[in-house]
């Protein structure tokens, strides 16, 4: 069953509207927006980004600072828990990604934890036929997404029991039940014992994917990267040594965050 989350691309797109979806995107995730980054992210010139702002200020989806930043409005609801550093964090994870991406020829995430969820920031996907699509803007429950369960692996184990047990995440659907939670709890002990947490078609049907946490110079959880393939291609990848390369990607990585403190 495909996740509600995750939908394939219209037969006939509407590419203003797919524009406008993409800048609330980017306005949720990221916190804030210039006009240039607006106008880069879409490929679009900045007069054309502007009117699509102008729309979404005008909806109240957006508001404009003195310094012609462009912030989440009303209408779009709570912020991403005032994670403004997010878009710092893509920006530095970028390179990181496309050249793990180059490397394995698969398709590479880049996530941060909301709650009980795990937000998608950003894709570079393989260029195989056939391959995992571009993830960025979705969400989706952290307890079975692979690099949500890398997070959770390092959190404190009191504090991810009530947040899975929580009136938020009954509303939301991702409470787990008492009964399931023992085998959670075995779950995330393993994932931290290894380093990294792998999901089997748990958010997606013939997806699997790696995921392992990342940190900043402090130590602390701050996102996740992840690595998805069709399921068939899973297990010879992961053969070949796919646990060492994103080891040794997340360390790159976690150097240029440290660099980058936000």
């Known amino acids: 069953m495909q996740n509600p989350g995750i939908q394939k691309k219209p037969m006939y797109p509407i590419e203003a509207v797919d524009n406008a979806l993409r800048l609330l995107q980017l306005l949720r995730d990221g916190g804030s927006l210039r006009l240039k980054d607006a106008a880069a992210e879409l490929g679009v010139a900045p007069s054309t980004a502007h009117r699509l702002l102008a729309m979404l200020v005008y909806r109240g989806f957006a508001v404009q600072d003195e310094s012609r930043m462009y912030y989440p409005g009303a209408a779009i609801g709570a912020g991403p828990a005032g994670l403004g550093w997010t878009r710092l964090l893509r920006t530095v994870a970028q390179p990181h990604m496309e050249v793990l991406s180059g490397r394995i020829n698969e398709t590479v995430n880049l996530m941060v934890r909301v709650g009980t969820k795990v937000r998608f920031l950003s894709t570079v996907e393989g260029t195989n036929a056939l391959r995992v699509g571009d993830r960025q803007g979705s969400v989706m429950p952290a307890s079975k997404a692979s690099g949500g369960k890398a997070i959770l692996a390092e959190l404190d184990p009191e504090m991810v029991r009530k947040l899975f047990s929580s009136p938020t995440a009954e509303i ?91």
């Open 172 to 262: 939301s659907g991702d409470s787990i039940p008492a009964k399931e939670y023992p085998a959670f709890t075995r779950e995330l002990d393993v994932v931290r014992q290894r380093g990294f947490a792998a999901n089997f078609e748990g958010t997606e049907e013939g997806i699997s994917a790696l995921g392992m946490a990342l940190h900043n110079g402090k130590g602390e959880v701050v996102g996740a990267l992840s690595v998805a393939t069709p399921v068939a291609r899973f297990r010879p990848l992961f053969d070949q040594g796919l646990v060492p390369i994103m080891t040794e990607t997340r360390r790159q990585l976690e150097i240029d965050i440290a660099a980058n403190p936000a």
